[in-house]
Structures are given as structure tokens and as C-alpha cells.
């Protein structure tokens, strides 16, 4: 669905303000892809509410008249969550973007859906609070709620699933119904939130969420970690977490992705793989105490060096150059777009995956960067390359299944933290198995004309990708 008719265009025209609703070209191509290589469906309009009621008002119609719809926050993604599939309605939620209220005696916050990350941390933290999950990426709760989003911090923290509490959710007809409560615990019937969370706008619109806060660490320690080779700095990974020393990160680098972090940022990191750690503590004498062991535990893997006690200013600076890692791979390689693994497998297979992404990668000749979240055993292969050139790019692809493969095999997953959006739907029979049918059981129930981000989560019923 690339246009409206008139009659449609009259009809959402009346649910907003002119300023919020328009079919103009701009606009919709904006809203046709996100940071992925992933393009989508030009969509014939593009839509902003402002509260929940809007939105109930808005799906009630376009659930009556067959118009499909894409929720939209920030357009981070990596895997075209919030691409439109076949065109239709992009309903962008960047708008909703009011914190509600923060109740720091309940260690909650209550927020619209775009509301972004860090402005949410920047509010939580007069307080002394923060909301811990960190993809990296600012961004919106809503969108960090449709991927289980996690992040750097996951291995001490979890992921956004462990932190919402209460949800107040559109469904595709336009009913609205309210999940969870504030308590921090119920055995009441069905976890419902914990359904949409994860379900990646396929089920409904979140048009609010209560969020869980945790107290912010009062102390900081940074170190880095050199290995000879990835493997061994993988192999570390497993000892560190096994000795109880609660990380609250756990990065594994190669020197390709270090070579390009020092260029752009002047950082003066070695060049040698390595890990970035990352504890919190209540006091830095504890925190020199778990210093002290992670290095002895790191030296008896074969670690080459180890530096802790880096200053503030350097901590941060390292922690954005990792964040920022996507970006700087493609600044490296101007015009050409990205194929990213997400597996993520037990961390006693971690080193293993390592040494098989590498060796695939080496093999093929393939301009690809092999990192991760090594504390959760979350697998990062960063491809690049042309698209247009089908021979290069199904190369490409051939090495992302044969990860995805191996790390299922393993008793892994295809997604770790990215979500299924378009890229990853080829892999989820493989996944989930009779699992699956499952879940379209209750996609069928929920969304029975699917309408809500069509072209997501699921292979096509023929079975093509």
C-alpha cells in the first residue's frame, strides 16, 4: 500500500492536527528504513500521536478498513524492526516522548512510549536512580521494549524484560488493555507483559510503560585487558564470570576494531585483543580487591596485560568508542552497508564461536569484525560490502548462516539483543521449531488480519524468507 485514497486521507487527517499526519515524499522516505541495509516498503503516510488515546482511535480505523501499520521510535534498529514491509501506515511514536512521573520511593518510573534513554537517565538520576539497560544506540523505551533491547550492561543488569513492571498496550482492533502491575512480584495468571516485550509492534502499540530503576553505583572501575589471540581472551571470560566477580561488563575487541577506535579517537588503546571490564562497587578499596583477582584469574588464562584504575574521563571516552563501533566500521568503509551477526550462546561456547566466526571470516577474505558481549556469550560479526554486488554479498550471507547455524546447534539463538525485525526471519523454524507455530497461533489471535508490522518475526506462511 504505497497511497491512500482520498476518503482515508480525510479520515486520519481528523484524528491529529495538520502538522501530524502527512503523505508527503520526505517524510515517508525517511520512515522507509532504519540504520540497516534493510529496505523497506515506501509507506503511503506517516502519522504522529501524542497519547494513547489517539493511537486507540487511530487502529480502531485503520484495523476496520485493512490498513497495515509499522510503530516507529527512533530508527536505530539493525535489523529493519520498524521498516515498513508493504507499505500502509507508519505510526511514529517519537512524539509520546512524556516522562509521566518518577516515583523514587518505588524505584519506578512511568513513561510514554519515546521517551528516550538518556533523557530518561538524565531525570531518574537526580534521584540517584538510573534505567540500566544500554544498547548504546539513545533509544526510545518503546523501541528498547519491542527488541528486549540489553546491551554492554546485560551480564549485571539483564535486559529491558527485567525491568518493565506494568504496560498499558493498543491492541490492533483499538481496545486498549493494561499488563502487569507496580508490585515487584505477582503469580496472577499469565505474564502478559512479558508477551509484548520482544514482540516488536507485531501485537499492539505500547502507548505507556512502568519502568523499574536501580540505584546508581557509587564507584566505577575500568580495566583493559590484552590476550594473544581472541580465543584466549574468550576462554578469560568464562573464568571471570565463574569466580563471582559480577562484572558490569564484559567487552571482547579484536585488533582490527581497536586499530580503527585509536585512529578516529586518538585513544592509545594496544593494539592486541582484548577485553574491557568494567565492576561497581560500594567502595573503591573493594573495588581494587576485585581488580587484584581478575588480574591474577586473567594471567593464568595467558593474559599479555592488564591496566585498571583507569580515570573517569578515559572510562567514559573508552566505553563511547565501543559504543560507537558501528559507526566507525562504516565510516571505514564508505558506501558500502553492513551484515551483522547477533547470535549469542552458553559462555562455555563462547571461545569456540570465536574461533569459528574468525575462521570463516579469515577464510572467505571478508572484510568483517569479530567482537561481542563476551560476560552473556552475545557474538557480534560486523560484514561489510556492497549489496548491488550479489556474488560478494551472498558470500556474505553464506558465513551468517553458518554462524547462526552453529550457534543454535550449540543451544544458542540467531538474535541476542537485535531482535528479529527482516534479517533474522530466515532462522526462526530453525530456532523454535514446532515453537513457532505456536507463536503465530497467538499473532492469528491477537492480530487476526495481520495488520501490525506486517513482514516481521515471521517466514512467510510458503516458507521463503
Known amino acids: 500500500m504505497n497511497a491512500f485514497t482520498e476518503s482515508q486521507i480525510a479520515a486520519l487527517s481528523g484524528f491529529v492536527p495538520s502538522d501530524r499526519f502527512t503523505t508527503g515524499q520526505s517524510s515517508r522516505d525517511l520512515h522507509r528504513h532504519d540504520i540497516s541495509a534493510h529496505d523497506g516498503v515506501l509507506p503511503a503516510g506517516v502519522i504522529w500521536p501524542i497519547d494513547g488515546d489517539e493511537v486507540a482511535r487511530i487502529l480502531a480505523y485503520t484495523y476496520e478498513n485493512d490498513i497495515p501499520v509499522t510503530p516507529w521510535g527512533a530508527g536505530t534498529s539493525t535489523e529493519g524492526n520498524p521498516v515498513p514491509a508493504v507499505g500502509g501506515l507508519v505510526m511514529d511514536l517519537t512524539r509520546m516522548d512524556r516522562i509521566i512521573g518518577i516515583r523514587p520511593e518505588d524505584l519506578q518510573a512511568d513513561v510514554q512510549p519515546g521517551v528516550l534513554r538518556k533523557t530518561l537517565n538524565r531525570e531518574a538520576g537526580q534521584h540517584g536512580l538510573f534505567f540500566p539497560p544500554d544498547p548504546g544506540a539513545d533509544a526510545t523505551i518503546g523501541g528498547m521494549i519491542a527488541n528486549n533491547a540489553s546491551g554492554v550492561r546485560t551480564i549485571k543488569y539483564g535486559a529491558t524484560r527485567d525491568y518493565i513492571r506494568r504496560l ?44 523499574k530503576l536501580t540505584g546508581r553505583p557509587n564507584h566505577h572501575l575500568a580495566a583493559t585487558v590484552t590476550f594473544k589471540d581472541l580465543a584466549a581472551a574468550s576462554e578469560a571470560t568464562a573464568v571471570l564470570m565463574g569466580a563471582g566477580l559480577e562484572p558490569a561488563a564484559l567487552e571482547l575487541l579484536p585488533v582490527p576494531l581497536i586499530r580503527l577506535m585509536n585512529r578516529e579517537n586518538g585513544l592509545g588503546i594496544p593494539e592486541a585483543p582484548s577485553l574491557f571490564c568494567e565492576f561497581h562497587g560500594i567502595s573503591k578499596d573493594a573495588l581494587m580487591e576485585t581488580a587484584e583477582l581478575a588480574k591474577e584469574l586473567c594471567e593464568d588464562r595467558g593474559a599479555t596485560g592488564f591496566r585498571s584504575g583507569v580515570e573517569a574521563a578515559e572510562r567514559q571516552e573508552l566505553w563511547r568508542a565501543r559504543h560507537e563501533a558501528w559507526e566507525t566500521i562504516h565510516r571505514a568503509h564508505p558506501g558500502e552497508k553492513s551484515l551483522i551477526v547477533d547470535a549469542a550462546v552458553p559462555i562455555s561456547r563462547y571461545p569456540e564461536m ?107 506462511r510458503e516458507g521463503a524468507n
Not at 503469580?187 to 502507548?207: A, N, Q
Not at 523454535?432 to 503465530?440: E, S, V
Open 354 to 460: 570465536i574461533r569459528f566466526s574468525q575462521d570463516l571470516v579469515d577464510a572467505a577474505g571478508a572484510a568483517g569484525y569479530v567482537f561481542g558481549h563476551a560476560g552473556d556469550g552475545n557474538l557480534h560479526v560486523v560484514m561489510v560490502g556492497d549489496p548491488a554486488d550479489e556474488t560478494g554479498w551472498a558470500a556474505l550471507e553464506r558465513i551468517n548462516h553458518r554462524i547462526v547455524e552453529r550457534a543454535i546447534q550449540v543451544g544458542g539463538t540467531c538474535t541476542g539483543e537485535h531482535g528479529v525485525g527482516i534479517g533474522k526471519r530466515k532462522f526462526m523454524e530453525l530456532e523454535h521449531g514446532g515453537g513457532l507455530d505456536l507463536m503465530r497461533s497467538i499473532k492469528d489471535l491477537i492480530d487476526p488480519k495481520g495488520l501490525m508490522n506486517p513482514g516481521k518475526i515471521f517466514p512467510d
Open 168 to 211: 498499558t498496550v493498543v491492541l490492533p482492533d483499538g481496545k486498549t488493555i493494561h499488563t502487569g502491575c507496580r508490585a515487584a512480584k505477582s503469580s496472577s495468571g499469565y505474564d502478559l507483559t512479558r508477551l509484548f516485550v520482544g514482540s516488536e509492534g507485531t501485537l499492539g502499540v505500547v502507548t505507556e510503560a512502568t519502568v
